[in-house]
């Protein structure tokens, strides 16, 4: 248990190649969990302000009002925010929070976060907006949003997977009938949160409710199928 957890800490910020301060009995730990596990997932983005994740861990810890200077497509924009919380979800670090400006709740990308200056100012936690990240499952949750419940049937050849591993927080098994189809129930606030996973057991699934999920994926998958049809060549003159 302390090894599994120990190893995939290590592998998911890559302590044994880096330099870090770290005693020796921890290193020693570290190169035995690595003989055992090996986790091939890590985050996707490259961290490469450090010292800013630092100044996060700060601000977070003693509530404190921050200007962000955010990177984006076009360039960069300036963020005042309330931070709450840094979260790792769907293999990337997100700091989760309150947009002063837009009263919105918002997930930032850690790794596109590339200056934080404080205000002077604190702020106190809304029990709303911890309760929120709490119950986030995915980067597209949707704060705005009240939970809606997703009832999908599991073929019998697949129910296995449903038993053995829940694909997001939220996942109940409601009952088995006597085919051994499953009723499996999620709770979602964005169409995004479970469109991946629908997407990905299509073949073996049926979405049972909100019917208007179904009508979304059909089109989703539809758009799919598009992409894939081969281009007629044109010719000139």
Do not use: C
Not at 192 to 197: A, N, W
């Amino acid at each position: 248990g302390e090894l599994m957890q120990l190893s995939g800490i290590a592998s998911m910020f890559d302590l044994a190649s880096t330099q870090t301060e770290l005693t020796q009995e921890t290193h020693k730990l570290l190169s035995e969990s690595e003989r055992i596990y090996a986790y091939k997932n890590k985050p996707f983005e490259v961290l490469h302000h450090p010292e800013v994740v630092r100044q996060i861990e700060h601000v977070i810890k003693y509530r404190m009002v921050i200007d962000i200077d955010y990177q984006t497509q076009d360039g960069s924009m300036h963020i005042p925010y309330e931070p709450y919380r840094i979260v790792f979800m769907q293999e990337n670090f997100y700091l989760m929070g309150k947009n002063t400006r837009t009263a919105r709740v918002e997930l930032l990308r850690i790794g596109r976060i590339i200056g934080v200056q404080r205000t002077g100012k604190t702020f106190l936690h809304d029990r709303d907006i911890e309760r929120f990240i709490e119950q986030a499952q995915t980067p597209w949750a949707n704060y705005d949003k009240p939970p809606q419940t997703v009832r999908i049937r599991v073929d019998t050849e697949v129910s296995k997977y449903f038993y053995a591993k829940n694909y997001l927080p939220s996942q109940k098994i409601i009952e088995q009938n006597q085919f051994g189809q499953l009723i499996v129930e999620y709770q979602i606030t964005n169409f995004l949160e479970i469109e991946q996973l629908l997407i990905q057991w299509a073949g073996n699934i049926d979405i049972l409710e909100p019917r208007s999920l179904k009508r979304y994926i059909r089109r989703q998958l539809e758009r799919k199928l598009e992409r894939l049809k081969p281009k007629e060549k044109t010719t000139l003159g």
